[in-house]
């Protein structure tokens, strides 16, 4: 008897068990990483956007919600990371809304801990609804040369609504 030929049909069996058992295997831990970096800049349109239980890194980029756009926060800690103080940032224009609603949980915003200086703009012309949020190391409004000045902090706009429940800066 020839063994040969149901031994390369086992062989390529175990093959193809191990290939596809170490993709499973891969898209199981990327599933559950919860990690998302952002390498351009991340516009919120006319539509609502939920992040839950998951790490944001906006790369040297912006977060811009415009109007009738809503981001919604859950348990999430979002860092933004610029080479220099004020390069990066968010804006919520009028009409937008950004929300941390966390049902479990707490959310964090802030920028590079490894850097005391790289700090970001926070802008709001519309709506912010922030519970059990601590936002820190906010550098102050952007000016017309997209460099931040003034005081830090969340700058409200005349016109913008602004509600913080249980939040640190």
Partial sequence: MDFKEPRRISSVVIAMLFVFGAFAVVNFTSMNAHAEIIYYDWIITNDHQWRSNTSITLDHCNLTIQNGGILTFNNVTMQIICDTPGACGITIEANGLFEINNISGYTNITSDPDSPYHTYWFTNSGTIDFTDATVNRVYGPK???????????????????????????
């Fill in 143 to 169: 000016d017309g040369s997209n460099q931040p000045s003034g005081p830090g902090g969340i700058v409200n706009e005349p016109g913008s609504v602004c509600k913080l429940r249980n939040c640190y800066a």
